[in-house]
């Protein structure tokens, strides 16, 4: 019974693995999000950094990404900036294979 033991370890670790890197994958972009919005409403430096923080927050609210994209979509309303639905999922979207790029390409 070990080869299956072993089997279903490995298999369990690699799952493990894998969210654990489709986490970090999803808090790059988060942040990468929070960055490109903060400079669409003309933010400081200071008050992008923590606005990135508060986008990577969002995502913790529910499952899947339409917590980011209400807030997204909320503050740059908010902020008087003009931008479609389809453009901000787009960019999410982007921001996501990038960050899925980055996260994979480390090993």
């Not at 654990?20 to 919005?37: I, M, P, T, V």
């Not at 400081?44 to 950094?49: R, V």
């Not at 899947?64 to 979207?93: H, P, Q, W």
């Amino acid at each position: 019974m070990s080869v299956f033991d072993d089997r279903k370890n490995a298999s369990e670790t690699k799952f493990v693995h894998d969210a654990a890197k489709e986490f970090k994958a999803e808090a790059r972009r988060n942040k990468a999000l929070g960055h490109w919005a903060a400079e669409l409403m003309g933010k400081s430096e200071a008050e992008t950094a923590s606005y990135a923080l508060q986008v990577i927050a969002a995502d913790m609210e529910e499952a899947g990404d339409e917590d980011v994209f209400r807030k997204l979509r909320k503050d740059l309303t908010d902020a008087g900036v003009e931008i479609s639905d389809g453009a901000i999922r787009d960019r999410m979207n982007a921001a996501m294979e990038a960050a899925r790029a980055e996260v994979y390409g480390e090993g």
